[in-house]
């Protein structure tokens, strides 16, 4: 279930304090409900929205708020899935499984311990190394691979235990009792 809320002026006026500085960052941010006076685990703001008023102080903004077992849901399987939803970021993480089988060897790091290559991944997908950039973020940033930095270059490997979780966390969301459990909120 979804709540809607509404901010206060004085909620608005916090909110500047802690949003003004991702404006040009992000089109979306998460903020600890408790900073922002809204009893909740987090408040997740379009910033759009932010910006469409112009300031904070003038109009109201809507919100979303959510329990903290929705943040966790959230975190540790919706970011995955919009991750995984692009076909190169999904052979990525299937080359990613067994680097040794799927790349040649780096001259620096191991491919099995420390990672492959942005280098090398550009390469087998045909690819600019920029755009590997792009997709190898978004993957890092939902968990499911680890970033490491030797020398000039960046290496990925898969987290597995992210992995593990992620598997988990779905499974327990689709299990008949939860779903039943669901329905019977609706």
């Known amino acids: 279930m979804q709540i809607i809320n509404t901010m206060s002026p004085s909620g ?5 304090a802690v949003i003004r500085r991702y404006l040009r960052q992000t089109p979306v941010i998460e903020v600890a ?4 006076g809204v009893p909740c ?5 379009k910033l759009e929205s932010l910006q469409h008023f112009g300031s904070f102080g003038r109009e109201p903004i809507m919100t ?3 329990t903290p077992r ?8 919706i970011e ?5 939803d692009n076909e190169r970021r999904l052979q990525v993480m299937h080359w990613l499984k067994e680097p040794t089988k799927h790349f040649r060897r780096q001259v620096d790091g191991d491919l099995e311990a420390d990672g492959v290559s942005g280098l090398l991944i550009a390469e087998k997908l045909g690819i600019s190394q920029p755009t590997v950039s792009q997709h190898m973020r978004v993957l ?4 499911l691979v680890q970033a490491k930095r030797i020398k000039q270059w ?5 987290d597995e235990g992210q992995i593990a979780e992620f598997k988990r966390v779905l499974r327990d969301e689709l299990s008949p009792s939860r779903l039943d459990d669901q329905s019977n909120h609706e």
């Not at 608005?12 to 500047?16: E, Q, S, Y």
């Not at 929705?70 to 399987?77: I, K, M, N, Y």
């Not at 995955?80 to 995984?84: N, Q």
Request: net charge positive; with cysteine; charged share 25%.
């Open 64 to 66: 979303r708020t959510r």
């Open 33 to 36: 409900g408790e900073s922002l």
């Open 41 to 45: 685990a987090a408040v997740t703001v």
């Open 140 to 143: 890092v940033q939902c968990g």
């Open 80 to 84: 995955p899935i919009r991750a995984l």
């Open 154 to 158: 960046t290496f990925y490997r898969r």
């Open 70 to 77: 929705q943040a966790s849901v959230e975190r540790t399987l």
């Open 12 to 16: 608005i006026r916090t909110a500047d």
